[in-house]
């Protein structure tokens, strides 16, 4: 009878071990996302052949550009307060995949803290046989 309890009561502790493991935690980074986000600075940083053309740095008030990201999967982005574009979003490891109405979809690396999110993405196109790249860093901060 002990041997039938002890094995129970082993049985009940990996089950819920497995089951609590299998649940969103408030700290995965997904979860993070949610919410209100100020876009206080963008870094872009031009390159032609592979050669750093230039730099800008680029700050914005807050309130200024907003991205706001629902637990739905859905966002929307602001300037001024007006909607200028929503997507869809998911995330797949460090990566942000935000999908447009044209099924376009824009990847971004991400890291995301309780206060703080940077999105970082590259675009690149050959004109002419030479390759015109930007890479860009949005930095937000939570509202």
């Not at 993070?32 to 750093?52: H, R, T």
Request: with cysteine.
């Amino acid at each position: 009878m002990k041997n039938k309890l002890s094995i129970t009561i082993f049985i009940i502790c990996v089950l819920s071990v497995v089951i609590t493991s299998c649940e969103k935690k408030p700290g995965d980074a997904d979860a993070m996302l949610i919410g209100k986000w100020d876009q206080v600075s963008l870094k872009i940083i031009n390159y032609y052949d592979n050669v750093k053309q230039n730099e800008t740095d680029q700050s914005y008030d807050a309130g200024y550009i907003v991205m706001e990201i629902f637990d739905d999967g859905t966002a929307k982005k602001y300037v001024n307060g007006v909607i200028s574009d929503s997507f869809y979003w998911d995330v797949n490891g460090e990566l942000l995949l935000m999908t447009g109405n044209s099924g376009i979809v824009q990847t971004a690396e991400f890291s995301v803290s309780d206060n703080n999110l940077t999105l970082m993405w590259a675009i690149q196109e050959t004109y002419d046989g030479h390759i015109i790249r930007s890479d860009y860093m949005g930095v937000y901060k939570k509202q």
